[in-house]
């Protein structure tokens, strides 16, 4: 089971960070990914990594601004958001699978968070 926290509201431009823990096991071995759904648009993705933390993958509209990081000896997962922008705003989900192949398809996913929102105020 993963535990999203660390969402709320934030001010245009602010910065914001994202956390996802493991409950009742590990996910060291998994590759991690953050989501995002905003009210009435599709799960999107955001940023991926693999289990160890070499490789790293970011959609093109939060490239540059959001960091993706985990610590595998805490079963922990995180997005720094830098720079937020009130498009930003969204249910942040964290999910993991085996594979690092297709890290943007959410389908390729077995487990998810329930979800964390972020809102970012213009």
């Known amino acids: 089971q993963l535990v999203e926290s660390g969402g709320g509201l934030v001010q245009a431009g602010g910065s914001c960070r994202l956390s996802c823990a493991a409950s009742g096991g590990s996910f060291s071995a998994y590759t991690l990914g953050w989501f995002r759904q905003a009210p009435g648009k599709e799960r999107e993705f955001v940023a991926a990594m693999g289990w160890a933390g070499g490789n790293t993958y970011y959609a093109d509209s939060v490239k540059g601004r959001f960091t993706i990081s985990r610590d595998n000896a805490q079963d922990a997962l995180y997005l720094l958001m830098n720079n937020l922008k009130p498009e930003d705003t969204a249910v942040y989900y964290c999910?993991?699978?085996?594979?690092?192949?297709?890290?943007?398809?959410?389908?390729?996913?077995?487990?998810w968070g329930q979800g964390t929102q972020v809102t970012v105020s213009s």
């Open positions: 999910a993991a699978k085996y594979s690092i192949v297709r890290v943007t398809d959410p389908a390729q996913y077995g487990s």
